[in-house]
Structures are given as C-alpha cells and as structure tokens.
C-alpha cells in the first residue's frame, strides 16, 4: 500500500500511509483507537474503494470495488465489529456467497456442515452448528468469523482484533493456526492492542498515530516501551506491572459484604448428563471496594454469572443473593438496578448503547426518571449530564450531541461505564471491560476501576486477558464448566495455576472437590 490517505468529511483519517507485507511473514499493525488502522485495512479488503494511493498485489496495481474483488485477489478480512448474519446458523455463515452445491442451486448442508467442522476443529468450537449464530456467546461468534475467512483460502490474510473475545485457550489455539498459515505461505496482518499476542507471532510490527506511519521495525528487535511510545507519543505507565494493595481489613468483622452469592444455579436449556447446568454451586462474597475477578474459559458460565446477579434469567436460576447482609429478590433488571447494582455488559455495541442516538441521550438511559418532569424529558438536564459524563471520564467527543456509534471503541466502553454512575451503584458488574480498546484507553478504564473501588464500590469483574484480571483484582474465582474450582488471593495469582484450575482435567482446591463429582 503506497501513499494511502482518506478523508470521512472533513476528517483526515489516513495520511499518506505505506505499507509493505510479504509472503509467510506476520505483520503487526499498531496503534490508538482512531490511528487508522482498520480503515487502512478495509481500503486492502476492497469495502473502501474511494481512497488516495496505491495498492499493490504481487506487484500489480489493484482496484478493488467490493470485497468481492479483494477476495478474487486473494485477500480475506476477519473484522473487530462481527459480520455474521445473525439469523443463519454457524455453517450457512461460514460459507455464505460460496455455498456447496449439491445439484443445480440446491445447497447440500449436509457436506457444508462437515466442511465447517474441519474448518473450526482447530480452533476447538464446540457449540451447535444447526442453531442461529445469534445464539451463540461472543467470544463463539468470534470463532465463526474466524472460520469465513479460512475457508477463503486467501493468500493475504487480514486479522482485526480476532481475540479480542477470546479465551487464553481458544487464543493459542488460533496462533498455531495463524503459525501454520505463515509457514505455509500466507501473508497475515495481525491488527491487535495486546501487546503479547504482537510479540508472539509478529514477525515485523507498524505503527500509526493519527493517521499516519510513525514506525516500522522487526518484532524481535521491539520492546513494550518503544512501541507504547510510538503509539501515543508519550512515556505511558504499563499498568499491568503496577503494585496493586489489597484494600484494608479493618473493621471487615462488623461490615457486612456488600454482595454474597450463595448456591448459585442456571439450568442450561440444552442439557447433556455431563452438564445439565450452565452454572450450579456458586458462592463467593464481595467486600465493599474490593475488586473480585471471575476467570474462566470460553463457556465456563463467567457472563452467566453475572447475568443471573442481574435479575436476567429469573426463571431458570436459584440461589440467594444478599446486599448488604439483606437478601434481595431479583426477578428482572429493573430490581437489581433499584437495589444498586449496575451491569457494564459484554458487547457494548448491542448490549450497551444506542448506536444512532448521541452521547446525551445514551447517558440518560439508566436515570431517564431523574432527568424528566411530569414524564417529559428535559432536554438540558440530559445535556447537562451527558457533559458531566464527558468531563468525568474524559471521553473524547465533540460534544453531547455526537452519535454514539461514531465513537471509538475506548470512548463508548467509557460511555457504557458512565451511564451507571448517576444511579450511585453499590456493586458493579464488569463483563470484559477493555475489550477491543487500545492500550491508552485500557489505562484510564483501569484508572476507573481502581477510582470507583477507592470509592468503596464493590465490583465483579471477568475478564479473558490474565494480566488484567491479576492486576485489578483482589481474589479471583476460576470456573470451569459452570463449577468453581479455586479460589485464589492476590498472593497466590499466577497464569500457569488460573489455567490449571480453569482447563478440563486440571487441578480442584479442596473446598471444591465434591463439586467435580456433582452430576445434577
């Protein structure tokens, strides 16, 4: 790619960018939420077609204008934002627009199906396959559009964020098979914030900032700080090697906890004999500013968890949940807001905001009654709390009117936070709160976290990257298969023993023994 620029309107978005891939080599793209590195690959992958520069394909210029295009020239995308359609099933999705005929224009599903479980048996799918991907968890929908694109057998291989709802598992898996892709060949691009994915697999690293090339350089010869700096132009703390002390006991014995969950329970809808629960035997207890981590791999019952606490499957769960020492009813999300919980939910794009409405709007969503008069809402107290949201976590925005949707992912996941803090929350639950957001904006929602757990907020948080889960947390909870299997306190958090206790077959804590031997 030689001299690539595009506006969107009077935004600049790239800036005269070069880009240099070659065959069998992994090359990481780096930078801020904004740099432009999606768009720089969307242009590659032909959904860009109006654009300044040059792109070149074994040496020849190309001009895409559709996807269709870039992919007759041998190059597939795998894209943060998913592009699944959502009411066909795992295979329908996988091999949509190069169906297996099985005569004339009927489709055989049969061979589709069995072709889409070689494609994903590396990466160890092991959800339905007849079922809607609508249905499926995050991080299974991830695995899907990871399969449309190895299908494709591309020569040129985009990968944006494609851990980003990942497990560590399910994400070692997918470098072997990235490894095994290079190795035979294949050109990958390989846009991710996490830092040890890049120097894992990267053969070179480039980095942009605000639209334009700042950096090239080989990945063995790169270190954390140069690129940090390169990115955001400045000396950043590495957060994840901060000290982080453990909030003070004093007192603990005549303070009640602020959440207790006891003898958790989520029937699983498809049950099998060796799960007939999605969660079953759950208990732990949160103290008032404590941060409690729940670790796990992909369909462990991590979200499950927190969605019961929400009142969100009233129907299907049992347990007791306790506020304060008192138990509390949660039969829908309404009562757990009014009892003071707040739930920053997994996929803030269709969980979290409204994408067409402004920031104002969005960050009245949960305190609409507050801001209205005789039901009407008022326009300035909206206004004014969305510029105090703005101001408070530091969102970059234009102003209270500009549209969620066209925020970066830093800035909504910073949105989705703020809107529960006008209801002052006693227990806030985080469900992968840095997804998908660069390392600078990683670090004012660790800030964030830390503020709101000085403040004496009790905070359950999952997260599938083990260095922050470690690092914000206090005590974590592995699960594994809906069960708990240990509970570690800060002194004890190491990433071998989290994925020993979380992987089938590991190893049990005592206290949790007689769980393994549960079958209903």
């Known amino acids: 790619m030689r001299s690539i620029s595009k506006a969107f309107g009077p935004t600049l978005v790239l800036r005269g960018v070069d880009l240099r891939v070659h065959a069998g080599q992994v090359h990481a793209v780096m930078g801020e939420n904004g740099a432009g590195k999606s768009t720089l690959m969307k242009i590659a992958a032909g959904l860009i077609p ?32 998913l592009s699944l ?48 991907v609508a249905k499926l968890r995050i991080g299974e929908q991830q695995l899907v559009e990871i399969g449309k694109a190895l299908v494709a057998n591309a020569r040129i291989l985009i990968m944006d964020e494609p851990t980003s709802a990942l497990s560590v598992n399910e994400a070692d898996r997918l470098f072997q098979v990235i490894r095994h892709l290079a190795a035979s060949g294949v050109a990958v691009v390989y846009i991710s914030h996490r830092m040890e994915e890049v120097f894992a697999l990267a053969d070179v690293v480039t980095v942009l900032r605000d639209g334009k090339h700042v950096g090239t350089l080989p990945a063995a010869l790169a270190n954390r700080r140069e690129i940090i700096r390169l990115m955001v132009g400045r000396e950043l703390q590495e957060w994840y090697i901060a000290p982080k002390a453990k909030p003070s006991s004093s007192g603990a014995a005549s303070v009640p906890p602020a959440l207790e969950v006891r003898g958790l329970r989520l029937q699983n809808p498809t049950p099998s004999p060796s799960r007939p629960y999605l969660v079953a035997h759950v208990n732990f207890t949160v103290q008032p500013g404590e941060v409690f981590g729940l670790a796990g791999l992909l369909g462990a019952g991590r979200t499950e968890v927190l969605e019961v606490i929400f009142g969100l499957h009233p129907q299907t769960s049992s347990g007791e949940i306790r506020l304060n020492g008192k138990p509390v009813r949660l039969r829908h999300p309404i009562d757990a807001k009014a009892a003071g919980i707040a739930f920053v939910t997994e996929d803030r794009k269709r969980d979290g905001l409204i994408l067409n409405a402004g920031l104002d709007r969005n960050a009245a969503l949960t305190v609409m009654r507050m801001l209205a008069s005789y039901g009407l809402m008022v326009r300035d107290r909206e206004q004014q709390n969305a510029t105090r949201a703005i101001r408070q976590l530091g969102i970059r925005a234009s102003g209270p009117f500009q549209l969620a949707g066209t ?61 922050e889960l470690m690092f914000l947390s206090h005590r974590i909870l592995v699960l594994r298969e809906g069960r708990p299997t240990a509970l570690l306190h800060k002194d004890e958090f190491a990433p071998e023993a989290i994925l020993d206790y979380a992987s089938p077959g590991g190893a049990v804590q005592g206290p949790f023994a007689p769980v393994e031997t549960v079958v209903a």
């Not at 297996?100 to 160890?124: I, S």
Request: with cysteine; proline share 6%; glycine share 8%.
């Open 85 to 132: 359609v959502p009411e066909l099933a795992v295979d329908e999705n996988i091999f949509l627009g190069q169906e297996k005929a099985r005569w004339l224009f009927l489709v055989d599903r049969g061979q589709q199906k069995r072709a889409a479980r070689e494609v994903l048996r590396p990466l160890d799918f092991h959800a339905r396959f007849d079922v809607p």
């Open 407 to 467: 925020l970066s992912g830093g800035n909504q996941q910073k949105l989705v936070i703020g809107k529960w803090l006008p209801t002052s929350p006693r227990v806030l639950l985080l469900d992968e709160p840095t997804r998908g957001i660069d390392i600078g904006a990683k670090a004012d929602v660790y800030h964030l976290v830390e503020q709101l757990a000085a403040e004496g907020l009790a905070i359950v948080l999952v997260s599938s990257e083990l260095p």
């Open 50 to 81: 109006d654009y300044e520069g040059a792109v070149l394909v074994d040496g020849h210029p190309c001009a895409f204008a559709s996807p269709r295009d870039a992919s007759r020239a041998g190059i597939a995308m795998i894209h943060q934002e």
